[in-house]
């Protein structure tokens, strides 16, 4: 079990990614993680649990403000970004391009963290990825709904088929060299506003 | 001429109009740069991102390549910075409640840095809780413009107020809700938080101190070195942005893009104010700051290695470093005159001839010796009569309070 003694703290104003990047490092095996969502409790939650490892996205605009409390903090072991003698350049690198920054308490060993940067990374881009898919999902869902609005179109105006009206749209589009959902709702918008 | 892909972080602040203008007027592009921008959430990211090469260069803070260059900052990296993105563009802001109260202790409508810091000082001692204001960041001008501002006013800051970090687009928030009592910022903030917070300005920094730097455009040191062209055509790119940008007969056009949604994404009309330097203060009424923004005049966007010493003798002052003479050549090193005099050269735009000036010594406008004849400098003055000279560092530094 890795590291099964250190504390995490997961800062993340997206509830939903947050509770994948806990879930991952519980399932490595860490016991004591805690997230929160707003910063601005952030100092009363490291008082109280003087975590060793801080995570926070990158989009979150409190970094700045985090930073601050550090700065001011009278904590011996003052928690510093990431690696600062930049030795592991490419983690460091790897971990701001998936959009995640982590904070550490000086002086605790590169290889502990590391582990637990690895999973923060990896679980960003898991993140990043069900977001598109979900993203494209949608998408393909509307582009359907055009294209089945355009085919009732042409099945009622031109008497066509279900398969015919589809053939139409599609060497149509392909003509045109554009996309059939393009044809869709032009065909669509023409109907709209020519009326009924 | 073949094209260069470059990459810019940038925050969403008035000042970043000479990276919006390069691009969107396309000085960038006569330069042979194919300019992409990236709007930041945070300086900590534009700080971190620059420092990996995520962005070839981004607009910053100007005191932040000096803290990256003498190691006070994570990922710690030299910095230089060959640009400045004009003057000015900062105010203090404060909530109806402070407002009141300073308006009942004597604050003046004019914007006046000494008479509102004054009537500040006496609502701060019969203040019955410490007043709590906000600023961008530790290591900017914001920073250290608000405590030179509060200390001459007799106002010892952390001791008799407390000062947060929070981002510029969060303050007007935070400054309704009650989490702050005021602010200082960049524009647009000050205006929104006027527009929608009841928030009143009091004081600007081109009343704290007249044409005084604020944000760079900054980057490694390393990838300067091996892009003397790039960083060549950035700064002629942003000397022309400047001109155009200048012209009063754009000023409408500037607006308009700058409240762009993908820029500051805020009502053109609020975008123009510091562009026009015609404020609605707070509650309708108006004051006229004509050095509110200056953008290029004045020998705007030269980098004087003096303006970096004044923010490294503030970086001592309010102990971030302790005074060295070799680390204060660090900061001075970090303002590149040198790069911006040479990269000019073959447009015959007139530069000053020198590295470094005294400020606080001009009540008006005065002429100094430019590459191509006499250069016309606005007047420089800090609110409290002090000067700063360069070459009287050490002197200046100790006899600064707290010391």
């Known amino acids: 079990m890795p590291n099964p003694d250190l504390s995490i703290l997961i800062i993340d104003e997206n509830h939903l990614r947050a509770s994948i990047i806990e879930d991952g490092l519980r ?12 910063v601005n409790d952030v100092a009363r939650t490291i008082t109280n649990m003087s975590p060793d490892v801080i995570v926070i996205d990158l989009e979150n605009p409190k970094r700045d403000t985090l930073e601050h409390f550090f700065s001011l903090s009278r904590a011996v072991q003052r928690p510093i970004v990431m690696f600062v003698d930049r030795s592991d350049g490419t983690m ?36 990043a990825t069900l977001t598109r898919e979900l993203a494209q999902a949608r998408s393909e869902l509307e582009d359907r709904k055009i294209i089945d609005q355009a085919k009732a179109i042409l099945i009622k105006t031109r008497g066509l088929s279900e398969a015919d009206a589809y053939t139409l749209l599609r060497s149509t589009a392909m003509n045109q060299n554009r996309r059939m959902v393009d044809i869709a709702q032009s065909l669509v918008t023409a109907a709209d506003l020519l009326g009924p | 001429m073949s094209t260069t892909h470059l990459t810019a972080g940038f925050l969403p602040l008035l000042d970043s109009v000479l990276l919006v203008l390069a691009r969107e007027k396309g000085f960038a592009e006569a330069e042979g740069l194919d300019l992409t921008l990236v709007r930041e959430t945070s300086w900590a990211n534009i700080r971190d991102r620059a420092a ?16 990256a260059s003498l190691n006070l900052t994570p990922l710690a990296t030299e910095m230089i ?29 004019d914007l006046a840095a000494g008479p509102s810091g004054a009537a500040l000082a006496r609502v701060v001692a019969s203040s019955q809780r410490k007043l709590r204001f906000g600023v961008v960041h530790q290591t900017s001008s914001h920073n250290y413009e608000l405590r030179y501002w509060l200390a001459a006013s007799g106002i010892r800051p952390d001791r008799d107020i407390e000062i947060v970090v929070l981002p510029p687009s969060l303050l007007p928030d935070a400054l309704g809700g009650g989490g702050l009592d005021g602010y200082c910022v960049g524009e647009p903030w000050n205006s929104i938080g006027v527009a929608s ?17 604020d944000k760079v455009i900054g980057m490694r040191a390393s990838w300067a070195e091996q892009n003397p062209e790039l960083v060549a055509s950035i700064i002629r790119a942003s000397y022309r942005t400047g001109q155009w940008c200048a012209d009063p007969a754009n000023l409408v056009e500037t607006a308009q893009i700058m409240a762009g949604a993908a820029y500051l994404d805020a009502s053109p009309e609020i975008v123009a104010r510091a562009l026009s330097g015609q404020f609605d ?71 000053p001839i020198l590295d470094s000036k005294t400020d606080g010594t001009h009540a ?3 002429e100094i010796a430019g590459t191509a004849g006499p250069l016309v400098m606005g007047a420089d003055r800090f609110f409290d009569g002090q000067s700063f000279d360069p070459a009287a560092l050490e002197r200046y530094i100790t006899d600064q309070t707290p010391n």
Not at chain 1, 27 to 38: I, K, N, T, Y
Not at chain 2, 208 to 213: C, E, G, H, L, N
Request: aromatic share 10%.
């Open chain 2, 81 to 109: 910075a060959p640009v400045v993105c004009g003057l000015g563009n900062n105010a203090i802001t404060v909530s109806t409640e402070l407002w009141t109260a300073m308006a009942d202790h004597g604050a003046p409508q």
């Open chain 1, 27 to 38: 399932e490595a095996g860490h016991g004591r993680v805690a997230v929160m969502h707003d």
């Open chain 2, 281 to 351: 203060i707070g509650a309708g009424e108006i004051q006229h700051v004509p050095d509110f923004f200056i953008a290029h005049a004045s020998a705007a966007n030269f980098p004087w290695k003096s303006h970096a010493l004044w923010y490294y003798s503030q970086m001592v002052r309010w102990g971030e470093v302790a005074y060295r003479a070799s680390d204060a050549a660090i900061a001075a090193a970090c303002f590149r005159p040198d790069l911006y005099r040479a990269a000019l050269a073959p447009l015959g735009a007139n530069v």
């Open chain 2, 52 to 67: 990996l090469g995520h962005f070839d260069v981004a607009q910053m803070l100007a005191p932040m390549p000096l803290a």
């Open chain 2, 197 to 213: 917070k009841g928030a009143h300005m009091v004081t600007t920094k081109a009343a704290i101190w007249q044409s005084s730097p």
């Open chain 1, 92 to 127: 460091i690198d790897k971990a701001v391009a998936a959009g995640v920054s982590a904070y550490v308490v000086d002086g605790l060993k590169k290889e502990r963290i590391k582990p637990i940067l690895d999973v923060a990374i990896s679980r960003f881009h898991a993140f």
């Open chain 2, 364 to 366: 008006t406008t005065y």
